[in-house]
């Protein structure tokens, strides 16, 4: 009887392995983001993040499912480029997702892509507000410049009487202009000019001395992140702004952490309002920035975009397991909708069901040394579920 018995959990055991055998199968996630080009160092924050995720957490992936991620080079804003690397993706690799994207033109012109062929894009970095109601089949996992920039208005409002607006002249500099001038004006704050720059190569100079001449209290900026952070900050100061007693503010995306040590001390005292900062003490965040220095090195930090890339590849996990390891596009994006997640670096966050962007917290932060090192050290948190304000102003209407 004894015997039988251990035949037959046996023969269970096998059936079950072929079983799994059978059903083995491959999650292949399309990554697309800049490895060369504008911002082409800030790729590699992006894939380290998806992997490590991927390494902590596959164990928890319903048995025989593997995931692919096939990664690809946007060569920077470069649309047409994302456009054909997408296609490429969906139609020769036939992968289940598309991800990544630094740049709002790639990720627009992606979106009617993502539609057509019902793939499920998740955008990890991409901030423009309207790119999420380009295509139903699209979820963000990073932010949108309206989160940030628009709270940075309302705060700087109570602290200066005019300000100065500095943006580059694409989607999510137009998006961070309007959002803190609208927040500024509405709070009593006067926007004594404002000036769109080139994306690539400004003259920087020329720029500086024209915000001095005008005097105001605070120049907000927003560039992309990056290199471009750092000449923001150089010319600010080569131009004597600090000096004039003009206060340089913006979107974190002005003091991003890999950048920090690059900018030297003139970074000091700038104010922004940004999602997540390395410096922040949640315990999840020491987590993932210990997991990081031990995957990459103890002098790795992650940035802004390793946060939304690792999020959303919690994200993606979520719609693989629920769905054990067999994707339909359409559930997939119902599970987007409804995920809540509270492990986030940035702290608690949730996939808005009615827009699929990120709802998230929004912190006010001041650039300081902390043991030695520039660090954007949260001094405030001014939301913790803070919506897309511009999807919320256009509901008003
Ligand atoms: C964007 O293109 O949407 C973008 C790029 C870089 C950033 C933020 C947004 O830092």
Redesign the pocket.
């Known amino acids: 009887m004894k015997v039988f018995k251990s035949i037959t959990i046996a023969a269970l055991a096998l059936s079950a392995a072929g079983a799994s055998v059978c059903s083995a199968q491959t999650i292949k996630i399309g990554f697309i983001t800049s490895y060369s080009g504008l ?1 082409g160092n800030l790729g590699p924050y992006m894939e380290r993040a998806v992997r490590l995720y991927i390494k902590e957490h596959e164990k928890e992936l319903p048995r025989g499912v593997k995931i692919e991620l096939i990664t690809r080079d946007d060569t920077g ?1 470069n649309p047409d480029k994302a456009k054909q690397l997408a296609q490429e993706l969906i139609v020769r690799e036939r992968v289940n997702l598309l991800a990544g994207v ?4 790639n ?1 627009l012109a992606i979106a009617p892509l993502a539609t057509e062929a019902k793939v499920p894009f998740v955008i990890m ?4 507000a309207v790119i999420s109601t380009r295509s139903p089949y699209i979820a963000r996992t990073s932010f949108t ?1 309206w989160q940030s920039s628009y709270p940075l208005g309302e705060w700087a409002a109570k602290k200066f009487k005019s300000a100065y607006t500095l943006v580059s002249d ?3 500099g137009h998006d961070a202009e309007e959002a803190f001038s609208k927040a500024f004006a509405g709070g009593g704050g006067k926007v004594i000019d404002k000036v769109r720059v080139p994306l690539q190569n400004p003259d920087w100079a020329a720029y500086m001395q024209r915000v001095k001449d005008a005097k105001p209290d605070a120049l907000m900026v927003f ?4 290199k471009t952070a750092t000449a923001v900050m150089k010319n600010f100061s080569d131009l004597g702004l600090d000096k004039a007693g003009i206060k340089l503010i913006g979107p974190g ?1 002005i003091t ?1 952490e890999e950048e920090l040590p690059n900018m030297g001390d003139v970074a000091l005292g700038v104010t922004t309002v940004f999602h997540w900062s390395a410096a922040g003490d949640r315990p999840a965040n020491k987590a993932f920035i210990a997991a990081w220095k031990k995957e990459f090195g103890p002098g790795e930090t992650p940035n802004f975009l390793s946060v939304g890339s690792w999020d959303g590849t919690a994200l993606i996990f979520e719609a693989i397991k629920r769905q054990k390891g067999k994707l339909d596009p359409d559930k997939t994006m119902e599970i987007f909708k409804g995920w809540k997640f509270a492990d986030s670096p940035r702290g608690p966050i949730s996939i808005d069901p009615e827009t699929r962007d990120i709802i998230q917290p929004e912190y006010l932060r001041e650039v300081r040394k902390v043991n030695g090192q520039l660090a954007n050290v949260e001094l405030e948190t001014l939301g913790t579920a803070v919506k897309d304000p511009w999807k919320e102003l256009q509901k008003k209407k």
């Open positions: 911002n804003p630094i740049f709002t033109p990720a970095n991409a901030g423009t410049l694409f989607g999510p560039i992309p992140a990056g995306d991003t």
